[in-house]
């Protein structure tokens, strides 16, 4: 069963980075989309970012457009968010997910981590 291991969050101030990480526990992640999501309080869960494990354009949320960036390491099987010119309203837990490309749904998810940005 597929594992993910999220890292990175914590607190910054507005204006910050930071990097979060996603680690998974398969061998290939060949034929996976990776998206990263959060959920605010009292919010619903946002897909952020997503890119494909092969290639292809990356998706972004119109929030985190020109700020976020969604990549992949294909030998270390590890995908990433950079996260700069942080703002308040980007505090949430922040999830990343994989779902078999051309599927709807993620089914594998990571604990999450908290990222915080103080104003």
């Known amino acids: 069963q597929v594992q993910l291991v999220e890292s990175g969050g914590g607190l910054v101030q507005a204006g910050g980075s930071l990097r979060l990480s996603c680690a998974a526990s398969?061998?290939?992640?060949?034929?996976?989309?990776m998206g990263w999501f959060r959920r605010a309080p009292g919010k619903e869960r946002e897909l952020v970012a997503a890119?494909?494990?092969?290639?292809?354009?990356?998706y972004y949320a119109d929030s985190v457009k020109g700020r976020f960036t969604i990549s992949r390491d294909n030998r270390m099987q590890k995908g990433y968010l950079q996260m700069n010119s942080l703002k308040s309203e980007d505090t949430a837990v922040y999830y990343c997910?994989?779902?078999?490309?051309?599927?709807?749904?993620?089914?594998?998810w990571g604990q999450g981590t908290q990222v915080t940005v103080s104003s």
């Open positions: 997910a994989l779902k078999p490309r051309g599927e709807t749904n993620y089914g594998v």
């Open positions: 398969v061998r290939t992640l060949t034929n996976y989309v």
């Open positions: 890119l494909a494990w092969t290639g292809g354009s990356a």
